[in-house]
């Protein structure tokens, strides 16, 4: 079955400062890697994914993440934070076509910004 | 186009009661799938659905159920409510596209508390 770890349940970050929020999978095949941001109350907001080709993915809000096959990662990045990217994140793991058990989610990386 | 869209956004109900939750897909998108978000277990996958039938379910108890109807909107009812069952329930759909990875957006959720 396929599994998501998230090793880091809160991180602290000054304002500017830049991010690296990990994700490690576990999945028998080729994955597609998604990165969701949640703000309190809210749903899920699709940051980036990756099915295939390029390992440096780009995405919304300045993010990216890259892909690193042999690591069994998908760690999101950011330069330079901003008081809005206080959140919660979460990495998810899908099958091709959905799969038997629907996205497989990490339990989150809660980022609290300081000024 | 408009986003996935969930009514109610919050609900109490009562121990042995029980709930219909609802969920409109994005335009165009054929597949609903629902999620539950408690502290404690995170983000789980309950059910898909793709042209009215259910494709996929998560390890839940058979008294979390869901339908899909012919215009892709999904309720998803849940029968005697136990305290456990307080979450927020998230809808996200997916186009399904036949053979290709899949992308699931996610509505706002609906806060569902049992007291």
């Known amino acids: 079955a396929q599994s998501v770890t998230q090793p880091d349940i809160h991180i602290t970050v000054s304002e500017g400062a830049s991010l690296e929020l990990r994700c490690n999978y576990s999945y028998g095949a080729t994955p597609y890697l998604f990165w969701y941001v949640q703000s309190p109350g809210q749903g899920l907001q699709l940051l980036l994914k990756?099915?295939?080709?390029?390992?440096l993915v780009q995405g919304i809000k300045g993010f990216e993440a890259e892909f690193k096959r042999s690591q069994s990662s998908f760690n999101l990045r950011k330069p330079s934070v901003h008081w809005s990217d206080a959140a919660e994140y979460f990495c998810?793991?899908?099958?091709?076509?959905?799969?038997?058990?629907?996205?497989?989610f990490g339990k989150g990386t809660h980022l609290i910004i300081q000024p | 186009k408009a986003g996935v869209t969930q009514t109610p956004r919050y609900l109490i109900k009562t121990r042995g009661q029980q709930v219909t939750l609802s969920c409109s897909p994005i335009?165009?998108?054929?597949?609903v799938s629902w999620y539950q978000q408690t502290p404690g277990q995170g983000l789980q996958f309950l059910f898909e659905y793709f042209s009215e039938t259910q494709r996929n379910k998560g390890n839940f108890p058979g008294r979390f159920s869901g339908r899909q109807f012919s215009n892709s909107r999904s309720e998803m009812n849940v029968s005697t409510l136990e305290l456990g069952d307080s979450a927020l329930y998230l809808c996200a759909s997916s186009p399904r596209l036949a053979g290709g990875p899949d992308t699931q957006y996610f509505g706002p959720g609906t806060r569902l508390t049992v007291l």
């Open positions: 335009s165009g998108h054929r597949s």
């Open positions: 998810a793991v899908g099958e091709k076509g959905g799969g038997a058990d629907g996205l497989t």
């Open positions: 990756y099915f295939s080709g390029d390992t």
